[in-house]
């Protein structure tokens, strides 16, 4: 069925990441949603934000049970010095934790806000990290071979740094590690 969809097509844009495509076609690096600097510039109001605030973007997607992951009272969410913005469907309830709006579609404006983004390596939220040029943390899950592909095309792009979900469990977000891995200015 697939097949039949894509031989019905008339332009093919393959993206940077890509697994099982033909190297003859020109690939398209990774691109995004345009950043509305305005709204970034709203947004950071609205978080209330410290010149010396870290912003750390989570978001491991939809599918992803993050109650197993952390809960309410985790250490994580107390980190001195940072601000975490989470997806509206996580339920998380801290002071230092803001939740994107339910109704609110253009999460890359919260990610350009965000010194880092905590994230699988999924194509479309890498993109918007790249354009919002937040540093990844990505989450390495073995079993997904185009996440490996998506990390591979990475390389030479922007600081980005890949984890295991039994490291980023255990992670604590401290001065070192924050200056370590900065967003690239």
């Given at each position: 069925?697939?097949?039949?969809?894509?031989?019905?097509?008339?332009?093919?844009?393959?993206?940077?990441?890509?697994?099982?495509?033909?190297?003859?076609?020109?690939?398209?690096?990774?691109?995004?949603?345009?950043?509305?600097?305005?709204?970034?510039?709203?947004?950071?109001?609205?978080?209330?934000?410290?010149?010396?605030?870290?912003?750390?973007?989570?978001?491991?997607?939809?599918?992803?049970?993050?109650?197993?992951?952390?809960?309410?009272?985790?250490?994580?969410?107390?980190?001195?010095?940072?601000?975490?913005i989470?997806?509206?469907?996580?339920?998380?309830?801290h002071?230092?934790?803001?939740?994107?709006?339910?109704?609110?579609?253009?999460?890359?404006?919260?990610?350009?806000?965000?010194?880092?983004?905590?994230?699988?390596?999924?194509?479309?939220?890498?993109?918007?990290?790249?354009?919002?040029?937040?540093?990844?943390?990505?989450?390495?899950?073995d079993?997904?071979?185009?996440?490996?592909?998506?990390?591979?095309?990475?390389?030479?792009?922007?600081?980005?740094?890949?984890?295991?979900l039994?490291?980023?469990?255990?992670?604590?977000?401290?001065?070192?590690?924050?200056?370590?891995?900065?967003?690239?200015?």
């Amino acid at each position: 069925v697939m097949r039949s969809a894509y031989a019905k097509m008339t332009y093919y844009l393959r993206l940077a990441g890509q697994i099982d495509s033909q190297d003859s076609l020109d690939t398209y690096d990774f691109f995004s949603r345009e950043i509305n600097y305005a709204e970034v510039c709203r947004i950071k109001s609205e978080l209330n934000l410290l010149m010396s605030d870290t912003v750390i973007f989570y978001g491991l997607g939809m599918k992803v049970n993050h109650n197993n992951q952390f809960n309410s009272n985790s250490p994580l969410w107390s980190t001195e010095g940072c601000k975490f913005i989470v997806s509206s469907h996580i339920e998380i309830a801290h002071p230092n934790v803001f939740r994107i709006p339910k109704e609110y579609t253009e999460t890359q404006n919260y990610i350009a806000v965000s010194d880092f983004t905590i994230t699988k390596p999924g194509w479309s939220t890498v993109s918007e990290s790249i354009n919002g040029k937040s540093t990844l943390l990505l989450i390495k899950r073995d079993s997904f071979i185009e996440d490996q592909s998506t990390i591979n095309a990475l390389n030479g792009k922007l600081n980005y740094h890949v984890i295991s979900l039994e490291k980023f469990n255990r992670l604590t977000f401290n001065k070192l590690l924050i200056s370590n891995h900065q967003k690239q200015a």
